[in-house]
């Protein structure tokens, strides 16, 4: 009798087991197909891919470090706050936009790690409790690199948002004068 009930357990635990097996194949094929649906649509070859992965990964992570080293900081500014969201919407429009990452090379490789890291510094140095004239000086000057590069980062999302608009402006063009090439065949006939 127990011999029959341990291969019952058995067989359910193989039949679970390749259930799972299947599922987890079924997945991955699945993400294979969106990255090459990625790829394609995206027009980038394999190591145009691995870049963009890495890149992207890697300001993530910084974004993910800022976010975390402002968290704690009662003083910290709008315009750090700013900086922020504003890697964020860059992020995001890289996501949508891969060819894009070129035109901002210095956001991605300069600006972004050189405001996490002043950020995640300024935060180490406000854990220590040591407080004289050249640890204040060194927290003030530490204060105005992250303002600047603040405000780097913002102007970075401000060209954005001005490509957005003169993209939509032009769109808003080809609208009207498909409108009035509409209405004009409409008065000829």
Not at 44 to 50: P, Y
Not at 98 to 107: A, E, T
Not at 130 to 150: F, H, P, R, Y
């Amino acid at each position: 009798m127990y011999f029959y009930i341990l291969i019952l357990s058995l067989i359910v635990v193989l039949i679970v087991i390749s259930f799972e097996l299947v599922k987890h194949s079924r997945f991955k094929a699945d993400q294979l197909m969106a990255v090459r649906a990625f790829q394609e649509s995206n027009d980038l070859n394999n190591r145009d891919l691995k870049i963009f992965k890495e890149t992207m990964k890697e300001a993530k992570a910084q974004i993910l470090l800022a976010e975390k080293s402002v968290g704690a900081d009662k003083k910290k500014g709008a315009s750090i706050d700013a900086a922020i969201e504003a890697s964020k919407e860059i992020f995001k429009y890289l996501m949508d936009e891969p060819k894009s990452i070129v035109l901002y090379g210095d956001f991605l490789y300069r600006s972004l790690p050189a405001f996490s890291s002043a950020l995640e510094r300024k935060q180490l140095i406000q854990k220590t409790q040591i407080e004289n004239g050249e640890i204040g000086q060194t927290k003030e000057a530490l204060n105005d690199i992250i303002i600047e590069l603040s405000e780097t980062i913002i102007a970075e999302y401000s060209k954005y948002i001005k490509e957005e608009l003169e993209e939509a402006t032009i769109d808003n063009i080809v609208v009207k004068q498909g409108e009035r090439k509409g209405t004009n065949e409409k008065e000829k006939r």
